[in-house]
């Protein structure tokens, strides 16, 4: 069954570095999302895309976070200067449709520890 | 905005016993899609269920159901027959016409053998 990849699943940065977590959503999909969980706590909507631009965003993602699909295949969120409250858990997800009725699919998340 | 509502930080529920997990929202839109994920220790997210704000059945997936009321504004969770994997952390989500999607803070479901 496809899935959604991402990788690293644990990375440890120092403040101030930039990091660039990668993800593989399900290949016929065409919605890409991107989630932030500070441990213990909900999920947080980052931003979403499509047709190679953000659809939709949060407050939280400023201009410290991008993201980029730079093949047919990675979509890829960066943050240029990591603090340390950027410490989370980060999913990607994807889904076929942008509707709300869509079921976005998860990938299994990327830890990041900022020191 | 949206506000999703999961007022059980914790429940036990006894293997092979249903349990039912409490979800209520704050929308005033009429279209908008509920979401249920389970998330175990591993971390990831996975997809159980989906209620649409139209549907006039109650959604089901195995031995996942939603108790949908949409004029109460709820949208319980009902696991039935439970099995010691169905522990986890299990978080309630809306997708709303604007199509960022909210999450609950998640409610911790521990199965007794």
């Known amino acids: 069954e496809p899935e959604v990849t991402q990788t690293p699943s644990h990375q440890v940065t120092q403040m101030g570095q930039e990091v660039i977590l990668r993800c593989v959503p399900i290949s016929n999909h065409l919605y890409f999302y991107w989630y932030r969980q500070i441990l213990g706590q909900k999920v947080e909507f980052l931003v979403s895309f499509y047709n190679n631009e953000i659809s939709e965003k949060s407050e939280i993602f400023d201009d410290q976070f991008s993201v980029e699909r730079p093949d047919g295949s990675n979509f890829t969120l960066k943050i240029r200067s990591t603090k340390l409250e950027d410490s989370a858990m980060y999913f990607c997800?994807?889904?076929?449709?942008?509707?709300?009725?869509?079921?976005?699919?998860f990938g299994p998340g990327t830890r990041l520890t900022v020191l | 905005a949206q506000k999703i509502t999961q007022t059980q930080p914790g429940m036990f529920v006894q293997e092979k016993e249903a349990v039912t997990l409490d979800c209520t929202y704050d929308t005033s839109d009429q279209s908008y899609g509920l979401f249920w994920y389970k998330q175990p220790s591993s971390g990831e997210m996975i997809f159980l269920i989906y209620?649409?704000?139209?549907?006039?059945q109650n959604a089901t997936e195995g031995r996942y159901s939603l108790n949908f009321q949409k004029a109460r504004k709820s949208a319980n969770l009902v696991i039935s027959a439970s099995q010691l994997g169905d522990s986890a952390m299990y978080f309630c989500a809306m997708i709303p016409p604007d199509y960022i999607p909210t999450f609950g803070r998640g409610t911790s479901l521990i199965v007794h053998p």
């Open positions: 997800a994807s889904s076929e449709q942008g509707a709300r009725t869509d079921t976005q699919y």
């Open positions: 209620q649409g704000s139209y549907d006039e």
